[in-house]
């Protein structure tokens, strides 16, 4: 974890900057909604991108789909969601709030180190009310029992709101994968082993607060589905645990030492094997990912429930399989919010006149992801205009640009230092005479002075790679 970074400071930044906004903000926001602005949008773009490449588009294997976030509701019966998809809550009696019974735990004195799931729900209870836990909110500790609440949001179809018109936000979006099977096999024609990607919304109920984004109750994922044989399932788990690292550290430019894998304790529904990959937030680790074996469970169920054959016949062998289904999970936002933590620096550059401390703070994100690749400057307004809005259309049909002549120079780079802008090209009077601009580099602050006809090419180099 960073030293001098606090969540504080990284939320100040990410609202003042134009990252991420408080959801609904002007009527007093929603607990744990958010809103990404111009800069935001654009990092969860780049990062659903290269992750989009590196699952899908890279491999021959692959295909990738986009499935509707509301299904029909015996799909999330048979996935064993609308059973089994709660957390255990206790409620304070004295201030009436509600609280998540791990969370209690672990973020308690009496709960040090220990993994609060596995001590399951009378365990967690019992560990609660004899070790007297105290509410977060007022301090006293007195609590109902635990009671098992669903993170499902539920809505109504049509003009009733009988149960039969019920209908549920999607929790993942996996299952889209999963009942689509036979279309997806026949439809792309791969042979076991081939995987099914697919990024978007899923929504949670949850009510603990969410440390920023963290936890928020709408979120993107980017799923990565495995259909295999049961004798391959536990070497492609390996793989795509190690896959996953190799996303964050070489295609996000995550610090390796900032990441950890965790092995579930308790296992969800559906896992016969799963682990998860962290992050080392402000407010320490926290799970961006997770490697799932899922076994056959997902595939088998809805086979079960729906009556519809989900087997595999295998060309070579004429073998009749339900596959094993590895997972390879992600959450968007979660990655925005470590990449932002992980690329946050302030340097000292030495002092001002007055014998301040000159700080930069910059973001050195990896600039193929970055939100803005360029940014154009002209020196003056007066006589530069026309030539720096040529480089800006030059540039902006190739990458995400952005145009900014107000203020000094010096404050201008500052401004793009702290959004993380991989570069700044500077349009001066001498660009009029021989067609050359100056390019500064975000991270070593160097400037050169190169032909326009060449900027295309440089930040391909550096943006690409
Ligand atoms: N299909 C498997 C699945 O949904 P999960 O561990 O529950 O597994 C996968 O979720 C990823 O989705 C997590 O690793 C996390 O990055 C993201 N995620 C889950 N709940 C979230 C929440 N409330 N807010 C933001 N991201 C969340």
Redesign the pocket.
Known sequence: MKKNLTMEKLTALCKNRGFIYSGSDIYGGLA?TWDYGPLGAELKNNIKREWWKFFVQEDKNSVGMDGGILMNPNVWVASGHVAGFADPLMDCKECKTRHRADHLIERSKQGKGINAEALGEKGMEQFVLEKGVTCPNCGKANWTGIRQFSLMFKTNRGVTEDSSAVVYLR????QSQFVNFQNLQRTSRLKIPFGVGQIGK?F?N?ITP?NF?????E?D?M?YQLFTTEKESLNDYKNFKKKAMQFYTERLGLNKKELQFKDHAVL?HYAKAAV??EYNFPFGFG????T?HRGRFDLGNHQEHSGKSMEYVCPITNDKYIPTVI?S???A???VLAVLADAYNEEELGKDEKGNVDTRVVLKIKPSIAPYKVAVLPLQKKGLTEKSDEVFAMLSKHFMTTYDDTASIGKRYRRQDEIGTPFCVTVDYETLEDNCVTIRDRDTMKQERIKISDLVKKLCDVCNS
């Open positions: 744990n929790p993942e979006t996996a899923a949670r949850e969410g984004t963290f936890r928020t109750i979120f994922q799923e969800c998860d990959a799970e961006i990912g997770g799932h997972e999970s992600h959450g936002d979660r990655l």
